[in-house]
């Protein structure tokens, strides 16, 4: 592809995705298909009953074994064995007839947090923890994955 039409693609796909928000779980994995096929790599793998063939997936399974995350099992939102947990969350832009201050009958999503606060600050160093411990979280047999990524679907990497 000439670098014309590089950009011409990255353009689209930023175009794209910028208006989404606040709704993580109907975006993130159209979101990181499309940004996969962007970049020119594979996308992730159908996952199988068997999480020992589950090595570039979607919704990677994890059971917590660090009492500071909790019991039970968690999905890691895209996982490549050897390379990194993904952990995506999204937020919203903060539009002046959606701002509360204003008291906008306006019905929109929130989203995790209004991007640009200390409450999307927030959001996202959480994010960074939960990527964290499903990383500390997977067994030894996995090791550990040299990257933690986290991403506001639409806006940031």
């Not at 962007?38 to 068997?50: C, E, F, Q, R, S």
């Amino acid at each position: 592809m000439s670098e014309t039409g590089a950009t011409d693609t990255t353009t689209a796909f930023i175009a794209r995705w910028e208006p989404s928000g606040g709704k993580e779980l109907a975006n993130y994995q159209s979101f990181l298909i499309e940004l996969c096929s962007l970049l020119g790599v594979a996308p992730p793998d159908p996952t199988t009953a068997d999480d020992r063939h589950n090595a570039y997936v979607f919704e990677r399974s994890v059971p917590f074994l660090h009492s500071d995350i909790g019991s039970g099992t968690g999905r890691i939102d895209l996982y490549k064995r050897g390379c990194f947990v993904l952990e995506t969350k999204q937020g919203v832009d903060r539009h002046i007839e959606t701002d509360p201050y204003l008291k906008s009958d306006t019905q929109t999503r929130k989203g995790h947090a209004v991007r640009g606060t200390g409450g999307w600050d927030a959001t996202m160093y959480r994010a960074k923890e939960q990527a964290e411990g499903y990383a500390r979280s997977l067994s030894p047999e996995e090791g550990r994955p040299p990257f933690l990524v986290v991403v506001d679907v639409g806006h940031c990497i």
